[in-house]
C-alpha cells in the first residue's frame, strides 16, 4: 500500500500553486449556470490540521500558505485577485485570525459548487479515505458529493461524458510510483476521446526524474494533437541541488518546484496566473532559484 500521506504537505508551496489555478478555474466554471461535475481523481483526506502532528513533524505548510497569511508577507503591489481568492478561501475555513485548518481539493472545490452541481471523489488509501467520509459526511451536502473507495484514473471513465456536458478533472497524484505519470497520460487520453470539450487539470512534481520531466511535454503534445487549447504553470522555490552540511551530513533540498497543466483551460486563466505567479515566487521563494514559467497555446 501507498506511504504518501497528503497531511505532511498540506498547504505547502505546491498546494499553493495547484489550489490557486483549481478555484480561478472553478470560479470560472461556475458562472455558467448549467450544472459542472468536478472528477476528484486523487482526492486525499479532504481537511487538514496544521497544528496536527503530520502538519507539524514536515512544517511544509510554513513554506506555503503560512507563509503567505502572515502578517507583514507583501509584495510592493497588492496582491494578484487569484493569490487573494485563494488566501480567501482558506481563511473562510477558519474561525481564529490564524490558519490552524487547511481544506484540500474536495472542500476547495465543494464550496465552489452550486447546489445543482456534482463531485465525484476518489481515493485509495483507507486511512484517507476513512477521513475522507467521515469530514463530508460533516458537509451534510446528501447526493451532491460521492466518496469513492476507486482507482482515479479507472474510475472517471464511466463519468464521462457527463450528464450536462460540463465537467472538470483534477489529476493530482502523488507519483510516488513511477506508473503513475503514464497513467496520468493515458487517462487525459482516454478522456479527451470521451470528453472533448472537458477541462483537465494536472498536478506534477519538477524533480530530476525522466518521467517528471517528460510528462508537461507529452501532455501538450496531446493537447496539440487533439486540438485543444493548454496552459502550463510552474512555480519554483528553491534550488534543487543535494548539498552537504559542514558535518558532511546530506541535506536533500525537499520539493523544489511543481507544474500545473491544464487542457482546455479557461480563457481567463492566463492572464490571472501572469499577476499571481511572480508574487507566489517573490513571498514563497527560499533562495535566488525561485522563479516562475507560464505558457499557453491553443
Ligand atoms: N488532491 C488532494 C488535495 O489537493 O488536497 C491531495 C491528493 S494527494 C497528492 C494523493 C492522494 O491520492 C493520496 O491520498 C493517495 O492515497 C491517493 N491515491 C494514490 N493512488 C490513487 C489512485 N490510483 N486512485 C485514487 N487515489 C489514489
Not at 504518501?4 to 490557486?20: E, M, Q, S
Not at 481537511?47 to 507583514?72: F, N, V
Not at 503534445?221 to 546530506?250: P, R, Y
Not at 517573490?282 to 535566488?288: A, I, P, V
Amino acid at each position: 500500500m501507498f506511504s504518501y500521506r497528503h497531511a505532511f504537505h498540506a498547504g505547502n508551496h505546491a498546494d499553493v500553486l495547484k489550489h490557486t489555478v483549481l478555484i480561478a478555474t472553478l470560479q470560472y466554471l461556475t458562472e455558467k449556470d448549467a450544472a459542472l461535475t468536478v472528477l476528484d481523481t486523487h482526492a486525499g483526506a479532504g481537511l487538514y490540521r496544521l497544528d496536527g502532528d503530520y502538519a507539524k513533524t514536515s512544517a511544509e505548510a510554513a513554506g506555503g500558505i503560512l507563509r503567505l497569511g502572515a502578517p507583514g508577507a507583501a509584495t510592493a503591489a497588492p496582491l494578484a485577485p487569484a493569490l487573494q481568492a485563494y488566501i480567501d478561501l482558506v481563511r473562510a475555513f477558519n474561525s481564529s485570525p490564524s490558519t490552524k485548518v487547511y481544506p484540500g481539493s474536495p472542500f476547495i472545490i465543494q464550496r465552489l459548487l452550486r447546489a445543482h452541481d456534482k463531485l465525484k471523489l476518489f481515493e485509495l488509501h483507507p486511512a484517507d479515505l476513512r477521513a475522507l467520509a467521515g469530514n463530508v459526511a460533516q458537509l451534510e451536502a446528501g447526493r451532491q458529493v460521492a466518496v469513492l473507495h476507486e482507482d482515479g484514473f479507472e474510475g472517471i471513465k464511466k463519468f464521462l461524458p457527463p450528464p450536462a456536458r460540463r465537467a472538470l478533472v483534477l489529476c493530482d497524484p502523488s507519483y510516488e510510483i513511477k506508473s503513475d505519470y503514464g497513467k496520468v497520460l493515458d487517462m487525459v487520453a482516454d478522456a479527451l476521446k470521451r470528453f472533448a470539450t472537458g477541462t483537465y487539470a494536472v498536478w506534477y512534481p519538477i524533480i530530476p526524474r525522466p518521467e517528471a520531466h517528460d510528462l508537461p511535454r507529452r501532455l501538450k503534445t496531446l493537447a496539440q494533437k487533439a486540438g485543444k487549447g493548454w496552459l502550463h504553470a510552474t512555480l519554483t522555490v528553491k534550488s534543487s541541488k543535494i548539498t552537504e552540511d559542514a558535518a558532511g551530513e546530506v541535506k536533500r533540498p525537499g520539493l523544489p518546484a511543481s507544474g500545473m497543466f491544464v487542457v482546455n483551460p479557461p480563457h481567463t486563466l492566463k492572464a490571472q496566473l501572469k499577476d499571481a505567479l511572480p508574487q507566489m515566487a517573490e513571498l514563497l521563494g527560499q533562495d535566488k532559484h525561485a522563479t516562475h514559467t507560464l505558457e499557453a497555446g491553443s
